[in-house]
């Protein structure tokens, strides 16, 4: 079935250094791929999404790209800040399964100032 | 509602027991889904409707978890005799359609003792 592989942590970067955290998938279809971010005492957000190959997501100077010849979506940022804390979790939504969406494992990120 | 809701926030129960959780969607929404967070398993699908219907319950872990959805609205996730590998957070999302973004509540800590 369909999955999704991202990067463990914890992450600890100290503030303005630059992020990557790794994510693959498997799947079968062709799937809309996601980043959801959980935030200390919050619920999960979506922070981008790309919808098919080569589409980038952005959204608060974070950016990942669907790369269907790598089966990758990494998400990257210039420069962090120690309010990027949180839990970050790659995910896939395939449409002829509903909707419902398949997610990595999350990874942690801790941002020192 | 602003956004999904869910009740209780907190629920401890004793082993054995059955336990009601409840999700209030975003209004209008016709897809909601839950999910499972816990430790050992990371966020895992459980079940999600199509209006009031579900169609798919693949990932309900057991026969002792079950699911309906009235009104196309309110959810209600029900386990009986709870086991103490069912304590998790429990998280409900809604969305208008099956690409369009999934809101998350803030979900249920389940504890079972």
């Known amino acids: 079935g369909d999955s999704v592989t991202q990067m463990e942590g914890p992450v600890t970067l100290s503030e303005e250094a630059f992020l990557t955290i790794n994510c693959t998938y498997t799947?079968?279809?062709?799937?809309?791929l996601f980043w959801y971010v959980q935030y200390p005492g919050e619920g999960l957000q979506l922070l981008l999404k790309?919808?098919?190959?080569?589409d980038k997501g952005s959204n608060k100077g974070f950016e990942a790209t669907y790369r269907k010849e790598t089966t990758s979506f990494h998400l990257e940022k210039g420069s962090v800040q120690v309010s990027d804390s949180a839990v970050y979790f790659c995910?896939?939504?395939?449409?002829?399964?509903?909707?419902?969406?398949?997610f990595g494992q999350g990874t942690e990120l801790s941002v020192k100032p | 509602g602003a956004g999904v809701s869910q009740s209780p926030s907190n629920k401890v129960t004793e082993k054995g027991k059955d336990v009601e959780l409840r999700c209030d969607p975003i209004?209008?929404?016709?897809?909601l889904y839950w999910y499972r967070q816990s430790l050992g398993q990371g966020l895992e699908f459980l079940i999600y409707?199509?209006?009031?219907?579900?169609?798919?319950k693949s990932g309900l872990p057991s026969d002792r978890f079950s699911a309906e959805r009235t009104g196309g609205s309110v959810s209600t996730l029900t386990i009986q005799r709870t086991q103490q590998e069912d304590s998790a957070v429990y998280l409900c999302?809604?969305?208008?359609?099956?690409?369009?973004?999934?809101?998350f509540g803030q979900g249920t800590r389940l504890t079972v003792v």
């Open positions: 999302a809604s969305s208008f359609g099956l690409e369009t973004e999934a809101f």
């Open positions: 799947a079968t279809g062709y799937p809309s």
């Open positions: 790309a919808t098919k190959a080569d």
């Open positions: 995910a896939l939504s395939d449409r002829n399964q509903g909707g419902k969406l398949i």
């Open positions: 209004s209008g929404h016709t897809a």
């Open positions: 409707f199509q209006g009031n219907s579900a169609p798919d």
